[in-house]
């Protein structure tokens, strides 16, 4: 049981938005900035998305972070099948003797 | 280049030890918190342990405390996680990883863990 939650699975079709939820509570997400990890089939995690809605160097500007209380979405614009990915949320938790606390990630299939 | 390769990964019998090994190049090692992250298959993403750039302070999540020992050796840039009385639990691809501010940026690709009788 992972201390975010996300959904399990999100999809769409070439071009278009999507969005992913991760929800948490006022110790972690309520608290903190949220970072967003892309995991492509067979890879590590690399980052995507930190504090809350900057994107790393390289990253393109179809990803995007927001946050609003407790709760974070991702958003994918013009959705392309290389983005067909595990997307992982990530907040530092005040309550977890001070550490990251992970969503339980979600799969993006690019139908 | 900046990156982190880890190594010592395998398959081990449930109560025997193993030895993760995390060498980091392009980069000053000794200026970061390092960490562990672990992931059982088909699962999400779980912490494991971290140690800060001087090795003074070091955490562990509640499911490793008293079982694995984290390290590192600035000298060599190299990160240590000992695993010992290891469970079937615990089978799962361990990630090193650099954090600054909380945030993971850089990645090993991932060191693989099975244990199984």
């Known amino acids: 049981q992972s201390v975010l939650t996300q959904p399990p699975s999100a999809s769409g079709t070439p071009g278009q938005r999507v969005t992913i939820s991760c929800s948490g509570s006022?110790?972690?997400?309520?608290?903190?900035?949220v970072d967003w990890y892309q995991q492509l089939p067979g890879t590590a995690p690399k980052l995507l998305i930190y504090?809350?809605?900057q994107r790393p160097s390289g990253v393109p500007d179809r990803f995007s972070g927001s946050k609003s209380g407790t709760s974070a979405l991702l958003a994918i614009s013009g959705l392309q099948s290389e983005d067909e990915a595990d997307y992982h949320c990530?907040?530092?938790?005040?309550?977890?003797?001070?550490?990251?606390?992970f969503g339980g990630g979600t799969k993006l299939t690019v139908l | 280049e900046v990156q982190l390769v880890e190594s010592g990964g395998g398959l081990v019998q449930p109560g025997g030890s193993l030895r993760l090994s995390c060498a980091a190049s392009g980069f000053t090692f000794s200026s970061y918190w390092m960490h562990w992250v672990r992931q059982a298959p088909g699962k999400g993403l779980v912490w494991v342990s971290c140690?800060?750039?001087?090795?003074?302070?070091?955490k562990y999540a509640d499911s490793v405390k008293g079982r694995f020992t984290i390290s590192r050796d600035n000298a060599k840039n190299t990160l240590y996680l000992q695993m010992n009385s290891l469970r079937v639990e615990d089978t799962a691809m361990y990630y090193c990883?650099?954090?600054?501010?909380?945030?993971?940026?850089?990645w090993g690709q991932g060191a693989l863990v099975t244990v199984s009788s």
């Open positions: 990883t650099r954090s600054s501010s909380g945030t993971y940026w850089l």
């Open positions: 140690i800060h750039s001087d090795g003074t302070k070091t």
């Open positions: 504090s809350d809605n």
């Open positions: 006022s110790s972690n997400i309520g608290a903190n900035a």
């Open positions: 990530a907040a530092w938790d005040d309550s977890l003797n001070g550490h990251v606390a």
